[in-house]
């Protein structure tokens, strides 16, 4: 690759951060190329340019939190939509899980670019993600991404006494959504009403459709690991911080 690219882009690409954040940064005279200050948005770089970003840019970054929140049914992860709240509603002080460990402190700041790094849906509970970091929600949710993330759905079989084995191996891998055929999930039972279903993609109300094309309703559907960071004892409707020891 020899053709320049847009400044912010490549910051992105290289992981120095979102390019939200790098327009932001290039604005404020924080980003360098081959040691100059480039201030000025839409400017261009080739691949072979050494790009550098000022103190204040990483210690800015430091200060961004992340945070995970056991959402529970009829919160939509993002906007408020339809009257039902968002989940960012339920982050405030009287919520936070009271075993967390991390010495960070609550601060209303910390709702401001609060983002949901993936949905889950408003009848879905379990694990969300919350960050105002742009490399976590690029890692998260970026088009390359290659975290998993594990579901427990009870389910009930609408055709006849026991989901066959042979509907089981479509759900692991043979079903197409939308024209497109879905990437290899694992799928397995958990016990005689239970799932447990690994995916690494997150096509809309994905489970919930790959259960319905081999006869199993969904009675319900709980997020419970993303990537390597799992929902463990965190309870219902309350939340925590990503811990600095925690990676996805």
């Given at each position: ?138 890692h998260l ?5 290659s975290v ?101």
């Open positions: 690759m020899t053709e320049p690219l847009r400044l912010s882009k490549r910051m992105s690409e290289l992981g120095l951060c979102s390019r939200r954040e790098a327009d932001e940064w290039i604005a404020r005279g924080w980003v360098r190329v081959d040691g100059i200050v480039v201030s000025e948005l839409g400017s261009k770089v080739l691949p072979s340019q050494r790009i550098s970003v000022e103190r204040q840019a990483a210690a800015e970054q430091s200060k961004r939190v992340t945070i995970l929140i056991n959402k529970p049914v009829g919160f939509v992860s993002g906007q408020a939509e339809d009257g039902y709240q968002p989940a960012v509603a339920l982050i405030k002080e009287a919520n936070r899980w009271s075993e967390d460990r991390s010495p960070t402190l609550f601060h209303p700041t910390q709702l401001r670019s609060l983002v949901p790094a993936g949905r889950l849906d408003i009848d879905s509970v379990g694990l969300l993600v919350l960050t105002q970091d742009g490399r976590i929600a690029k949710i970026g088009e390359e991404t998993d993330k594990e579901y427990l759905v009870r389910v009930r079989y609408t055709k006849g006494d026991k989901l066959p084995d042979a509907e089981l191996r479509r759900l692991n891998h043979g079903l197409t959504l939308d024209g497109k055929k879905l990437k290899p999930a694992i799928v397995k039972w958990q016990n005689e009403d239970q799932l447990s279903f690994t995916l690494r993609e997150g096509k809309k109300r994905q489970i919930r459709r790959m259960c319905d094309m081999v006869g199993l309703k969904v009675l319900g559907l709980k997020r419970v690991r993303i990537g390597g960071v799992k929902l463990g004892n965190l309870p219902e409707g309350q939340w925590r911080y990503l811990g600095a020891d925690e990676q996805f």
